[in-house]
Every structure is written in structure tokens, then in C-alpha cells.
């Protein structure tokens, strides 16, 4: 069984400051990691993906996550925030069987002027 | 990118009826789709998948016989929730998936469904 925890329901954060946001995951397999934005009233885009090869991850709007398989952890960040990244940000897992993901909790990510 | 395309965006309707929320990919042919809920500040729960021209897997504790899931071409699957009641209200997403892995997956814009 794979399951992802989102600790951190809500951050908010100042315009300009960096963000990470974390995420753990638990897997008995090789998983691949992904991260997801949503913007209100929308479905999920993907932000990134992690497959295989380098841990560190770069995605769409100036996003990044790295991969860490000895603390199980897959955090996105941003060194720069702008108030267009304000959204619902889902950390999901699948153990690569092209069938089924696992999302977290998700994380409302608030960017204040 | 790949464009997954759900409708209706939002649908009000009575306790006791019918709801059919289409979920169609446009420019790629889907060999699988994916039915999620999400309820506020909860995750997506994957509700079932449904591959072309074949039954619906449904995940445990997912009422078949409430949520009708029809893919009956490439392009096209459609969830009828019957006679929905007010704890059916609920945001529903469709994913879909044509040639390749998991990474190639593709998320409708969603269905935001209150019974009243």
C-alpha cells in the first residue's frame, strides 16, 4: 500500500519569498512522485514528476522538488513567489503500475501582496 | 498539452434524481479513465477506472450500482450518479490516460454537484 501525507493544510506566504511545501510519502515499491496545482474551480495540472534518474526535479513555473529516498520526502519549492501561484497544491504517488495514483491532502498555498 | 474536457462544471439538482457528468479527451484517444471525488479539504479518492469497451473497476466501498460509469469509446466516459441525495454533493474530477504510464495522465476541470 503507498499513502502520502501533507502536513501543512495551509501556508501562507509573502510575494517574493521562497515556499516549500512537504511532502512524505510511504511506498513498499519504487514509486514514481508528482506534484499537482489547482486552481479554484479548476482540475489538476501537473507541476512535476519524478520517474527515475536525478533527484532534483524542475517543473512549470519555476517549481522544484527533490527527491529523497532515505526520508521519504518529495518537497516542492520556489525561490520566488508570485500571487498567481496562490492555489491548492496535491503531492501524489504511484507505484508505477500506470494505474493508480495516490494523492495527499493537498496544501493551500496563500501569496500575500 | 493533452486537453481533458468535463461537463457540467457545476449541476444543482433534487434529491432522488439522475446526474450525468460526461468526461471526454479531445485530442488523444483514451484507452483508460479515472473517476476521483474530492470533498472539501479531503484528498481526491479515486472512486473507479474505467477502461474502453469493458466494465468499470470500482474502488472498495464505492456503490456500483449508484455511480454508473460508461466508456464506451476512446474518447468518451460518462458517470451517472442515480438517485443522488444531498451526501452525494461532492466535487468530481475525470482523469484520463492514453498511451504510455501514469506520468501521461490528464485531469478534467472537474464537477462541482450539490444535491439539495
Known amino acids: 500500500a503507498q499513502s502520502v501525507t501533507q502536513l501543512d493544510s495551509q501556508v501562507p506566504v509573502f510575494e517574493e519569498a521562497p515556499v516549500e511545501l512537504r511532502c512524505n510519502y510511504s511506498?513498499?515499491?519504487?514509486?514514481?512522485l508528482f506534484w499537482y496545482v489547482q486552481y479554484p474551480n479548476q482540475g489538476l495540472q501537473l507541476l512535476l514528476k519524478y520517474l527515475s534518474g536525478s533527484t532534483l526535479v524542475k517543473g512549470i513555473n519555476g517549481f522544484e522538488a527533490e527527491f529523497n529516498k532515505s526520508q521519504t520526502s518529495f518537497h516542492l519549492r520556489k525561490p520566488s513567489v508570485h500571487i498567481s501561484d496562490t492555489a491548492e497544491y496535491f503531492c501524489?504517488?504511484?507505484?508505477?503500475?500506470?494505474?493508480?495514483?495516490?494523492f495527499g491532502t493537498g496544501t493551500k498555498l496563500q501569496v500575500i501582496p | 498539452g493533452a486537453v481533458v474536457s468535463q461537463h457540467p462544471s457545476r449541476v444543482i439538482c433534487k434529491s432522488g434524481t439522475s446526474v450525468k457528468i460526461e468526461c471526454r479527451s479531445l485530442d488523444f484517444q483514451a484507452t483508460t479513465m479515472f473517476w476521483y471525488r474530492q470533498f472539501p479539504k479531503k484528498s481526491l479518492m479515486l472512486m473507479a477506472t474505467?477502461?474502453?469497451?469493458?466494465?468499470?473497476?470500482?474502488e472498495q466501498g464505492v456503490e456500483k450500482d449508484k455511480f454508473l460509469i460508461n466508456h464506451a469509446s476512446l474518447t468518451l466516459s460518462t458517470l451517472t450518479v442515480t438517485s443522488a441525495h444531498p451526501e452525494d454533493s461532492s466535487f468530481y474530477i475525470c482523469?484520463?490516460?492514453?498511451?504510455?504510464?501514469?506520468?501521461?495522465?490528464?485531469f478534467g476541470s472537474g464537477t462541482q454537484l450539490s444535491v439539495l
Open positions: 511506498s513498499s515499491v519504487s514509486v514514481y
Open positions: 501524489a504517488v504511484s507505484d508505477g503500475g500506470y494505474q493508480k495514483v495516490t
Open positions: 474505467s477502461n474502453e469497451g469493458s466494465k468499470a473497476t470500482y
Open positions: 482523469s484520463a490516460r492514453g498511451g504510455g504510464g501514469v506520468e501521461k495522465l490528464f
